[in-house]
């Protein structure tokens, strides 16, 4: 049996990779640190706690006796640990710059001191910046442009700093924008799909021309899955998908598809320093034999029905106070300027 320290597993792609490792590696222990930020949800998990194969702890990647209790004995760490949300980097980037960048490189020393066999760092295509033609290649340089993406790529260069000087069996993945069961509502597609349910307008920022492709949770899943177990260590893999689809046409579709007024389509000031594209070159991770199983249409489907089927699991999140005081206070600013 090995056994495998999951960072962030608590949290949205985390706990999906939780349930993928618990499904298709039956010879693999999980163990999930998680501080539990307002992202991360016991609710998300709870499915796992049934079998002895798999143990959580609450704690914070950034307490190096934390990080060395849950780190040892393990042979694999994967880092989900993050504040992901761009709008909440502009806001305050202070919680980024201390897990996404201060988190690695505690997780990099406990892991170097206890000989970790595989150090996965989850890591996203932000890194590379706005790409307005073109697909980003592994080697590019990076051009980060919000708080969050840029703690991101700082903690990318600290991740390959390992490898060359230290030779720890480091790799990294950089996914495209994932959606999926138990994303926070705070994302663009569970927020349009929300809050159609809701009857309550979709916001598209400026004038919805910024595009993304998506990629569906498992997908990505089965792709961290891949480069942990057949990656080269030192390489960083870019993980996605090429249909771009935009704001507009986001917003659009999900009204469509919930049968709600289209009149719900709302234009609201723009996010600051919007990145208007992301594409990535997937050559890499192909040539170790992944695809996407799922095309935009189906994702969206299934994304959609998940949150049609689990009100109880997002209604109780929207209910927060946090998560109210948080849009009021992000469309107040935005608003203002
Ligand atoms: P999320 O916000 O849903 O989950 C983050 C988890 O990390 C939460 O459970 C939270 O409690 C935990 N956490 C935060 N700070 C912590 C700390 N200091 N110590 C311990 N745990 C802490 O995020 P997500 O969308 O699942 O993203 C996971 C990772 O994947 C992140 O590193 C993100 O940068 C990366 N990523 C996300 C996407 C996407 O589209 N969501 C795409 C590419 C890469
Ligand atoms: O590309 C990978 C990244 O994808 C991850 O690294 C991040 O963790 C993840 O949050 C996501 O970042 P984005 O900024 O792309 O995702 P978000 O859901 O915030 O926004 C997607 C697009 O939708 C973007 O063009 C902004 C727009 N948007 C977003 C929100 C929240 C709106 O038009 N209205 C909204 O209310």
Same mark, same amino acid.
């Given at each position: 049996?090995?056994?495998?320290?999951?960072?962030?597993?608590?949290?949205?792609?985390?706990?999906?990779?939780?349930?993928?490792?618990?499904?298709?590696?039956?010879?693999?222990?999980?163990?999930?640190?998680?501080?539990?930020?307002?992202?991360?949800?016991?609710?998300?998990?709870?499915?796992?706690?049934?079998?002895?194969?798999?143990?959580?702890?609450?704690?914070?990647?950034?307490?190096?006796?934390?990080?060395?209790?849950?780190?040892?004995?393990?042979?694999?760490?994967?880092?989900?640990?993050?504040?992901?949300?761009?709008?909440?980097?502009?806001?305050?980037?202070?919680?980024?710059?201390?897990?996404?960048?201060?988190?690695?490189?505690?997780?990099?020393?406990?892991?170097?001191? /206890?000989?970790?066999?595989?150090? +996965?760092?989850?890591?996203?295509?932000? *890194? @590379? $910046?706005?790409?307005? !033609?073109?697909? =980003?290649?592994?080697?590019?340089?990076?051009?980060?442009?919000?708080?969050?993406?840029?703690?991101?790529?700082?903690?990318?260069?600290?991740?390959?700093?390992?490898?060359?000087?230290?030779?720890?069996?480091?790799?990294?993945?950089?996914?495209?924008?994932?959606?999926?069961?138990?994303?926070?509502?705070?994302?663009?597609?569970? /927020?349009?799909?929300?809050?159609? +349910?809701?009857?309550?307008?979709?916001? *598209? @920022? $400026?004038?919805?021309? !910024?595009?993304? =492709?998506?990629?569906?949770?498992?997908?990505?899943?089965?792709?961290?899955?891949?480069?942990?177990?057949?990656?080269?260590?030192?390489?960083?893999?870019?993980?996605?998908?090429?249909?771009?689809?935009?704001?507009?046409?986001?917003?659009?579709?999900?009204?469509?598809?919930?049968?709600?007024?289209?009149?719900?389509?709302?234009?609201?000031?723009?996010?600051?320093?919007?990145?208007?594209?992301?594409?990535?070159?997937? $050559?890499?991770?192909? !040539?170790?034999?992944?695809?996407?199983?799922?095309?935009?249409?189906?994702?969206?489907?299934?994304?959609?029905?998940?949150?049609?089927?689990?009100?109880?699991?997002?209604?109780?999140?929207?209910?927060?106070?946090?998560?109210?005081?948080?849009?009021?206070?992000?469309?107040?600013?935005?608003?203002?300027?």
């Amino acid at each position: 049996m090995d056994a495998m320290l999951v960072t962030g597993g608590a949290g949205f792609i985390g706990s999906n990779f939780v349930r993928y490792t618990l499904k298709h590696h039956p010879e693999t222990q999980v163990v999930v640190l998680d501080a539990l930020t307002y992202a991360g949800n016991l609710a998300n998990i709870d499915d796992c706690a049934g079998t002895d194969r798999f143990r959580f702890v609450q704690g914070d990647i950034r307490d190096r006796d934390t990080v060395d209790d849950a780190m040892r004995g393990v042979d694999t760490v994967v880092n989900f640990a993050a504040e992901s949300h761009v709008d909440r980097s502009i806001l305050d980037p202070s919680s980024f710059i201390e897990t996404n960048y201060n988190g690695v490189y505690v997780l990099l020393e406990a892991a170097r001191h /206890l000989e970790v066999k595989r150090f +996965l760092q989850v890591s996203t295509d932000e *890194v @590379y $910046g706005h790409v307005p !033609a073109g697909f =980003s290649v592994e080697s590019d340089a990076f051009a980060p442009r919000s708080p969050y993406a840029a703690s991101k790529a700082a903690a990318d260069l600290l991740v390959q700093s390992y490898f060359t000087t230290y030779g720890m069996p480091v790799l990294i993945t950089r996914g495209g924008n994932t959606v999926g069961p138990y994303q926070y509502p705070e994302k663009v597609l569970p /927020l349009f799909i929300t809050n159609a +349910l809701e009857y309550k307008p979709l916001p *598209v @920022y $400026g004038d919805g021309s !910024a595009v993304r =492709s998506y990629l569906y949770v498992e997908d990505h899943c089965s792709a961290i899955d891949r480069v942990l177990r057949s990656g080269e260590a030192g390489n960083a893999y870019n993980v996605g998908t090429n249909r771009e689809v935009n704001g507009r046409d986001l917003a659009a579709r999900i009204l469509e598809i919930l049968d709600r007024p289209a009149g719900l389509r709302e234009f609201v000031p723009d996010r600051s320093g919007h990145d208007l594209r992301y594409a990535l070159d997937c $050559g890499r991770i192909q !040539a170790l034999g992944w695809r996407p199983s799922l095309d935009f249409d189906a994702l969206l489907d299934r994304t959609v029905r998940w949150y049609v089927d689990h009100p109880q699991w997002w209604r109780e999140i929207r209910n927060e106070s946090g998560f109210r005081s948080y849009y009021k206070k992000q469309y107040d600013e935005r608003y203002q300027t």
